[in-house]
């Protein structure tokens, strides 16, 4: 055959494994599972990207990893810094997609919030991810990738010591890669966060809320945002699949499995939609039986949003009812608004596949027409 004409076969790239699939790789090339541990240390901790100064592995490894494997990590589009020291990467993918990613520096840890898809398969009402719609799932490597480049870029003084999954998309719907990477986050042979340290949040994909459970021990926040189903299904619409009753028993299932676990229940702050008194006694009644934290989140704005934030005399005062109830209760605090680096302010560059972009903008065309 002609040599010209051959398809070239890509690369593997490593940052797409965990340790078990590093040694099921080196394995599958007749070398000792050991090998992977070896790399996980060089790649991760060592911050070595050249495998022939990987010194500890054989001549003839290094020559075949040279050839056939890669360490491909995303480029950095833009990289803008805020007032309060907030980072934020936009992250090139593939053609025409681009991701964010945050770095929030506080004093005593420096939080990480992560992407896990191009856009959101989902379509909450307060969110601007999701008037983005939704073009594809980010690979293992695109999701460990985002923390190797912020370490790389913060240098050797400031540390990411958390990772929160708060980025765009929803990461349940992304299981097997985020899985994979969170595994990677927790591995003491390469960035080694503690469990309390690496954190997923859901919108409340049930079933992989209680397959999460099984398979992958790490900190669970879930975006509840409304007490009634008639309001959730709103807001979030994937309520409307999985409702309030069947999303509590997959947060009580998830709590038994460590006596001293608590979940952090995320509720956006919207102006005369949820942020009655009533609202808030009827969260403390909801959850009774969950052992929780309550992250009240002040409504973030966007262009186009039908929502505002509510006043901050309303949410100390909400905050007021559930902590005087035994709730522990936070307001947290927007940082990075001077470069739109806040919680649902994420939007990167989506190639919509989802036609929800087209959707709403013939929506917004016939509001202007009816009112013209
Ligand atoms: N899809 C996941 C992770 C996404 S965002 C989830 O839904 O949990 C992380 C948090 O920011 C979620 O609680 C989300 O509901 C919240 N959020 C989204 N848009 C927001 C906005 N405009 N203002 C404040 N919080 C927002």
Redesign the pocket.
Known sequence: MNSVLAPVKPKVNLLDFDRKGLEAFFVGLGEKPFRATQVLKWIYQEDVTDFDLMTNLSKSLRAYLNESCSLATPAIEVEQKASDGTRKWALKMSCGNQVETVFIPEESRGTLCVSSQVG?A?A?T???TAQQGFNRNLTTAEIIGQLYVAQRQLGKTQRITNVVM?GM???LLNFENVVTAMRIMMDDFAYGLSKRRVTI???GVVPAMYRLTEECDVSL?V?L?AVRDELRDVLVPINKKYPLKELLAACQDNVKSSPRRRITF?Y?MLAGINDSLDDARALIKLLKDVPSKMNL?P??P?PNAAYQCSSAAVIDRFRAVLHNSGMVTTIRRTRGDDIDAA???LVGQVQDKSKRTLKLQQARDASVSIRA
């Open positions: 959101c989902l909450c307060f969110c601007s708060m998309g929803e990461p949040s859901t919108s926040a975006s945002h995320e956006v989140i409504f973030n966007f919680c649902g302010q």
